[in-house]
């Protein structure tokens, strides 16, 4: 059976648990996408955007002096992070920016943890000529402030969300009421492959050209398959699009890598899978974290992207069928890889990618205890860059911010 | 919808035999704190010598609630930092049924789902509840829900909206046991100045598409003079906001057992279902 089902199921996860309200534009939306998928001037229009505008097909990069750390394993990285906007959020948002305008709206909403998706959403707004709002909670508009500027130059209008825990979830929240008073003109566009159906399919889609560019792009450098695929998990939509094409390819591996935090077993941390139980949040039924009572306990990330107290439901379900691995990733383990790329490859990626990177290291270096022969071949989705989170680093290393030296001054008399 | 009203539906049919709206109150358990809810809540039932709310409706607080405005959110979240947790509403609903007053309860599916939807339902008919009202539950994924209120005899109230369909419409108040909730204006929970035009619009599709069923209808109402006006297109006014900002208020002004407000709201109100004609 093809999944998800005409509900938008994944077997017992997913589905549409939402206000009756939302109900019609779900319904809009999901035959509108039908259409796009089926209607070749969307295709061709959505190529020419990634190519013309985002900058696509983004390369594969070998790394071998960051893979000698791993164990006997050969990292290769698919740069998300060389896309316009920095991050792979622009491939999804392109997507149904296009498909807004298909249904004859007129104007987006979007909510933003980190803010990358939010500046994603305003720059296809401006692109395309669309009203655009951000929601955004008030933790993360202070500690993101340089992005809360860059969605302001894009034209877009960023809430601070002062409700709950004031974060990503509670971005979400708002924009959700927002949208049942404003499905007429609006569309949600939703950064994830959570939410309720049909977004995580259409995220998916959106997201699927990664896993169909790598996986073409390793055929032909390497002339095989990788063995496995490692990506970092929020709500998962990088690691969807990365998975996508090889979960067909039993030989395979699927490894997504949550945050973990200070350590899972702190219960500060944002590993839904790992760390969760099943239930229902933001429209679909997936692993949460939540109490005894079903209260949204709030999660805990270095990674802003990353903190979100949920997951897709496809994840759940790819974890509880077994597909893919899922493993929380510490707070600690991913600055360490993060600050390993910096200075073996010269590549600076954003904290979220880091988690994948750290779990790659680990996973090398298990593989070449375990199974001491193999050399096995590592696709790890860089999905966005670390300019954005400089101001962490700055803080997380002790960095003065000052100069090594002088040069030239008095000093040198 | 079936044809056995269910016991909230019973309400709105007597108010309907009394030739007027029924009136439905909500607070939200737990605020300002559990004993107070009580308190509150049954002062909705008899707010002073004259009468009440014909059906409380009473809020789980929820730490997501995607549809509630702001006053509902503050009185929730209140409720959730001061240590109220999910089996307490049973004993809220207890105290309301002991009135003579039908009570429902509302609630964000993820409560009902991590409690456990057949023993939330037993647990809850056991305290003399009447049923649910489901805001993000659409009948769609609501099986397990469906045997579990019909092996309990709980209500069952979905909701509506302008946006939806015909047949939506249909299907939804089918799934229904005991009345359909309107929601009068797209958006989320709040006192509004005036009522949606989009309100009898709705209720008109419905009285078309299923006749039999009965209709209360909220988001937005105030004071008596709106309730009236909703009172005379509807079988029930639901009125949730303007109850809590009383709540809120009296807290504010350093007076959180002080219901003298709450009540004069509630006694405005019901002389405005009983005036529409």
Same mark, same amino acid.
């Given at each position: 059976m093809s999944l998800p089902d005409a509900q938008g199921h994944y077997d017992r996860f997913g589905g549409k648990y939402v206000p009756e309200a939302l109900y019609a534009a779900l319904a809009q939306l999901e035959s509108e996408f039908e259409l796009a998928l089926v209607d070749d001037g969307f295709w061709s229009e959505l190529d020419g955007l990634r190519r013309d505008?985002? +900058?696509?097909?983004t390369p594969i990069t070998a790394v071998p002096r960051f893979s000698a750390?791993? +164990?006997n394993a050969e990292i290769v990285l698919k740069r998300e992070d060389l896309n316009h906007t920095g991050s792979h959020k622009i491939n999804n948002v392109l997507g149904q920016a296009l498909l807004t305008r298909r249904m004859g709206k007129t104007r987006v909403i979007a909510e933003t943890g980190a803010g990358q998706h939010g500046v994603a959403t305003a720059t296809a707004a401006a692109l395309l000529g669309m009203e655009c709002r951000v929601y955004m909670g008030k933790v993360d508009t202070d500690r993101q402030a340089l992005n809360v500027a860059r969605m302001q130059l894009l034209g877009a209008e960023v809430i601070a969300v002062e409700s709950g825990s004031q974060t990503l979830k509670d971005a979400m929240n708002e924009a959700m009421r927002e949208w049942v008073a404003t499905v007429d003109t609006t569309h949600y566009l939703i950064g994830t492959v959570a939410g309720p159906a049909p977004f995580p399919r259409i995220v998916k889609e959106f997201q699927r050209v990664i896993s169909t560019e790598a996986r073409a792009q390793l055929l032909d450098r390497y002339g095989r398959l990788p063995d496995i695929v490692a990506a970092c998990v929020g709500g998962g939509s990088n690691a969807m699009g990365s998975f996508a094409d090889f979960i067909d390819d039993p030989g395979v591996r699927l490894c997504g890598f949550e945050a973990g935090g200070d350590g899972v077993e702190t219960g500060r941390h944002a590993a839904s899978i790992t760390g969760g139980s099943v239930g229902v949040l933001h429209g679909t039924r997936t692993y949460i974290l939540q109490d005894e009572d079903g209260q949204t306990v709030d999660s805990h990330s270095i990674s802003a992207g990353l903190d979100y107290p949920g997951v897709g439901p496809e994840h759940a379900w790819l974890a509880a069928t077994g597909r893919a691995a899922y493993e929380p990733v510490t707070d600690v383990e991913a600055m360490d890889a993060l600050r390993l790329l910096c200075r073996t490859e010269g590549i600076l990626p954003a904290i979220e990618s880091a988690h994948a990177l750290a779990g790659a290291l680990r996973l090398g270096r298990t593989l070449a205890e375990t199974d001491p022969g193999a050399h096995p071949l590592v696709l790890v989705?860089?999905?966005?860059?670390?300019d954005k989170d400089v101001d962490t680093a700055i803080r997380w290393f002790g960095l003065t911010g000052e100069a090594d030296a002088t040069k030239g001054g008095r000093g040198d008399e | 919808m079936s044809d056995d009203p269910g016991i909230s539906g019973l309400a709105l049919q007597t108010a309907r035999d009394e030739d007027r709206a029924a009136l439905v109150g909500y607070l939200s358990a737990g605020y300002p704190d559990l004993a107070t809810s009580v308190s509150a809540m049954t002062a909705l039932c008899r707010p002073g010598d004259g009468p009440g709310v014909d059906l409380v409706e009473v809020g789980l607080p929820y730490s997501d609630p995607m549809m509630d405005g702001v006053a509902i959110q503050r009185a929730g979240g209140t409720a959730l930092a001061r240590g109220f947790r999910t089996r307490d509403v049973f004993g809220i609903v207890s105290a309301i049924a002991a009135t003579g007053t039908p009570a429902v309860v509302m609630t964000y599916w993820n409560l009902v789902d991590r409690y456990g939807v057949d023993a939330f339902s037993r647990d809850l008919a056991n305290a003399g509840g009447a049923g649910l009202i489901t805001p993000d539950l659409v009948p769609d994924e609501a099986d397990e829900w469906m045997a579990a209120s019909d092996a309990h005899g709980l209500d069952r109230i979905f909701l509506v909206s302008p946006s939806s369909t015909d047949e939506r419409i249909v299907t939804t108040t089918a799934s229904c046991r005991g009345w359909v909730y309107a929601?009068? @204006?797209? /958006? @989320?929970t709040g006192t509004r100045t005036r009522t949606s035009s989009a309100a009898p619009a709705l209720v008109a599709r419905i009285r078309e598409l299923a006749p039999q069923t009965l209709v209360g209808v909220g988001l937005g109402v105030s004071d008596g003079a709106q309730a009236a006006s909703v009172a005379g297109y509807a079988d029930a006014v639901i009125v949730g906001s303007a109850l809590i900002k009383t709540l809120l208020a009296a807290e504010d002004a /350093?007076?959180?057992?002080?219901l003298a407000a709450l009540r004069a709201v509630v006694a405005d109100l019901a002389a405005g279902v009983r005036s529409a004609h």
């Open positions: 505008y985002s +900058g696509r097909p750390h791993a +164990g989705c860089l999905s966005g860059r670390g | 929601t009068s @204006v797209m /958006g @989320v /350093g007076r959180p057992a002080d």
